[in-house]
């Protein structure tokens, strides 16, 4: 069984629409995150998601915006795709907050043209 | 927030040990040091993690000086599928969600 999944695998879109890219975890862990892999492959947090408690990084424009349905998943909801979004995203879980053994899915490659 | 510094690219031969240093010279008191694999078209796998001295397990070592500004990350006899990135990351253990600062990566090439 896959512990952390993501759908889709691939996304390609135009710029100005409205997309989302699924996450789901059956680990258990009580914090989710993502994270965006651009072309140069440096990895970069962008949420962190805890029972709730939602911790943003300060430089992820507002158009990104994270939805957890329950603790099971956090979806990633970007509006008003731009070329620069175009990247892999990285979902991951971990236990808790404390733990950094973070479990990441396969990544979504998102494509903006 | 730590920033943190690799060596963009090594390569090795099989049998060998790889080690990889990563500086993060302005670490604060609660941060952790955990290295990560990954490995094309993957997520990053997790290696180890530590906050001083060593820390070792079955596929690696981790060596934190007194002062913690560097980490090295050693790989005892590599094979060809070691081939992959490592990267560092180094965070705080509390409400870590955006002080979480990966390196750039490590490419490590193992030859046969």
């Known amino acids: 069984d896959t512990a952390v999944s993501q759908t889709p695998k691939y996304l390609v879109t135009q710029m100005g629409n409205d997309k989302s890219i699924k996450c789901e975890q059956n680990l258990g862990h009580d914090t989710m995150y993502w994270y965006k892999q651009d072309s140069k492959k440096f990895l970069k947090i962008m949420f962190s998601?805890?029972?709730?408690?939602?911790?943003i990084n300060e430089t992820v424009p507002n158009r990104f915006s994270p939805k957890s349905p329950d603790k099971a998943h956090l979806n990633l909801h970007i509006n008003s795709l731009e070329l620069g979004d175009s990247a892999v995203y990285f979902c991951?879980?971990?236990?808790?907050?404390?733990?950094?053994?973070?479990?990441f899915g396969p990544g979504t490659r998102l494509t903006v043209t | 927030l730590a920033k943190t510094t690799q060596p963009i690219s090594m390569d090795s031969y099989e049998g060998q040990e790889v080690n990889i240093t990563c500086s993060h010279n302005?670490?604060?008191?609660?941060?952790?040091i955990t290295w990560y694999q990954q490995f094309p078209s993957q997520g990053p796998r997790f290696i180890i993690q530590?906050?001083?001295t060593k820390v070792t397990n079955e596929v690696a070592s981790l060596f934190i000086p007194a002062d913690r500004k560097s980490s090295t990350l050693s790989l005892p006899r590599v094979s060809l599928s070691d081939t992959a990135v490592y990267y560092c990351l180094v965070g705080a253990s509390k409400a870590a969600g955006n002080k979480l600062t990966f390196g750039g990566g490590t490419r490590v090439l193992v030859k046969p």
């Open positions: 991951a879980s971990s236990p808790g907050q404390g733990s950094y053994e973070q479990y």
């Open positions: 998601y805890n029972n709730k408690e939602l911790i």
């Open positions: 302005n670490i604060a008191t609660n941060d952790y």
């Open positions: 530590g906050y001083k």
